[in-house]
């Protein structure tokens, strides 16, 4: 009987002492929420007003969005971590402390883009089968066999005699390409 009861009041004290510390929470807690007052204060992004901004406190979770004025007003203590968000800005943290009125000061996240320059050109239905040929060079001269044989005078250009003679030539490249179509 005496080490059952032992036994019992061994397991209980712990028990008993978690259940005071427990309850030693509870009260701190609660009277850090009664310090809590309502703070108000302006959320703003270089010198212009910022409304719709998410405030955040860290330790009650309570959430404000500012008005169309950007000011808000949201229950925090002194030592609250009151976090700012919103789309398109960086996200910013404040400490309360002593103020009587806080400012909110957000950054725009934004990231600057090299220029680009768009050019219109419209061309003609020839132009652009112009440029084609140019760009497939290749695709059409196998289908072009216009310049397989070369006939030559004897005459140059510029009227003076090449050689004795006339000539004939035959371009390697345009029988391959006519033989391997």
């Not at 309850?23 to 007052?37: D, G, K, L, M, Y």
């Not at 000011?71 to 002593?98: C, E, P, R």
């Amino acid at each position: 009987m005496k080490r059952s009861l032992l036994v019992g009041f061994a397991i209980m004290v712990p028990l008993f002492l978690r259940a005071q510390e427990h309850s030693a929470r509870i009260v701190s807690a609660n009277e850090h929420q009664a310090s809590a007052s309502t703070q108000q204060g302006w959320v703003m992004s270089q010198h212009e007003v910022v409304s719709g901004a998410l405030v955040q406190n860290k330790r009650s979770y309570e959430q404000i969005r500012s008005d169309i004025h950007g000011q808000f007003a949201i229950q925090a203590a002194k030592g609250d971590t009151l976090v700012t968000s919103l789309l398109n800005y960086k996200m910013d943290t404040l400490v309360v402390g002593n103020q009587p009125y806080l400012s909110i000061n957000l950054q725009k996240a934004s990231t600057v883009l090299r220029e680009v320059i768009i050019k219109d050109t419209k061309l003609s239905p020839l132009e652009k089968f112009r440029k084609n040929q140019q760009d497939y060079h290749d695709i059409y001269r196998k289908g072009n066999s216009s310049d397989m044989v070369t006939i030559s005078s004897g005459i140059m250009g510029n009227g003076l005699r090449a050689g004795p003679g006339a000539g004939v030539g035959l371009s390697i490249d345009a029988i391959y390409s006519a033989l391997s179509k």
